[in-house]
Nanobody, 119 residues
Framework: QVQLVESGGGLVQAGGSLRLSCAAS????????MAWFRQAPGKERELIAA????????YYADSVKGRFTISGDNAKNTVYLQMNSLKPEDTAVYLC????????????WGQGTQVTVSS
């Protein structure tokens, strides 16, 4: 059974940092694209970062570029999202997702972790 389990969310002041983790299990993810999405109340789900396990190809949304870093640890089957210089508008539920490289759709999703940034 495939599972993506996020952790690391919480409450932080503006300007602070958090590191989210996504532990993947249930299959080999080496050929998958791993991504972080977020969804704020009343807003559409937004893709904010994606990477391959080799780290050779990464994507960042303009809204987080220069502040967030996505990385993966193959040995631990874990993907991270380091979030620095957090802003109140970063407040959202953050979700980890995975898809095969040849697919456009994300097949697997975590349950999400709440990030709240206070001003």
């Amino acid at each position: 059974q495939v599972q993506l389990v996020e952790s690391g969310g919480g409450l932080v002041q503006a300007g602070g940092s958090l590191r989210l983790s996504c532990a993947a299990s249930g299959r080999t993810f080496s050929s998958y694209v791993m991504a972080w999405f977020r969804q704020a109340p009343g807003k559409e789900r937004e893709l904010i970062a994606a990477t391959t396990w080799t780290g050779g190809n990464t994507y960042y949304a303009d809204s987080v570029k220069g502040r967030f870093t996505i990385s993966g640890d193959n040995a631990k089957n874990t993907v991270y999202l380091q979030m620095n210089s957090l802003k109140p508008e970063d407040t959202a539920v953050y979700l980890c997702a995975a898809r095969v490289r040849s697919s456009r759709a994300y097949d697997y999703w975590g349950q999400g972790t709440q990030v709240t940034v206070s001003s």
